[in-house]
């Protein structure tokens, strides 16, 4: 059975704190993609990478950076983080092989920065 | 600019009756498009796709049809049960575009019992 897991939940931070959000994979996918939901605007990509110490920008990477230093492990970093980063923050991982790919996601974590 | 729209914020149906979601997309590049199903506290789950070589793909009480000339696709659940009570996101991307999947906003579908 496929598993995306998300290092927590739920997480309250101060602004102007270094957030770490964790997501890993045990399907030995190629790709992993960090999303924010917000209500009205459905999931917006974040970062993505598609291999091991790759990366790249999606569609609101400001404010945000990424690591990819495994292949099963892509982590998300709010260097500085502001009130307007409270979310929820979905990671997805998948593979490339046979065409197109479905994602997999993992549970969550909704951020809230007071 | 939204490549991928779902006007419908909310539908809400009774059980046993038909649930018709729609999709709507701007980027005539897209060639492959998803539905995914998402609980609340839960990510969301693939629920069913169709490559753009199709009109039509059918999975159980799950239908999606896709009509390329008017940019627009639906999913069909006949019938509604009110275990199908969730948020669905439309999804589309294009081979070669990157590894991108664009989403749409999503509509909460509410089964009445």
């Known amino acids: 059975d496929v598993k995306v897991t998300q290092s927590s939940r739920y997480l309250v931070k101060r602004t102007g704190e270094k957030v770490f959000l964790e997501c890993v994979q045990d399907?030995?996918?190629?790709?992993m993609f960090w999303y924010r939901q917000d209500p009205g605007l459905g999931l917006r990509l974040i970062y993505f990478s598609y291999d091991v110490k790759m990366k790249e920008k999606g569609d609101i990477p400001e404010g945000y950076s990424v690591s990819r230093e495994k292949k099963e492990r892509f982590s998300l970093i709010l260097e500085s983080a502001s009130t307007n980063q409270t979310s929820m923050y979905l990671c997805?991982?998948?593979?490339?092989?046979?065409?197109?790919?479905?994602?997999?996601f993992g549970p969550g974590t909704r951020l809230l920065v007071l | 600019d939204q490549q991928v729209k779902q006007n419908s914020p909310s539908l809400s149906v009774q059980e046993g009756r038909i649930s018709i979601l729609n999709c709507d997309y701007t980027?005539?590049?897209?060639?492959?498009f998803l539905w995914y199903k998402k609980y609340p506290a839960e990510g969301p789950t693939f629920l069913i796709s169709?490559?753009?070589?199709?009109d039509k793909n059918e999975d159980g009480r799950f239908t999606v049809f896709l009509n390329k000339s008017a940019k627009h696709l639906s999913l069909h659940i006949v019938p509604s049960q009110p275990g199908d009570s969730a948020v669905y996101f439309c999804a589309a991307s294009a081979l070669g575009g990157g590894f991108k999947t664009i989403f749409g906003a999503g509509t909460r579908l509410f089964v009445k019992a």
């Open positions: 997805a991982s998948s593979s490339t092989s046979g065409g197109q790919e479905t994602q997999y």
């Open positions: 169709i490559s753009s070589i199709k």
């Open positions: 980027n005539s590049m897209f060639d492959y």
């Open positions: 399907m030995d996918h190629e790709n």
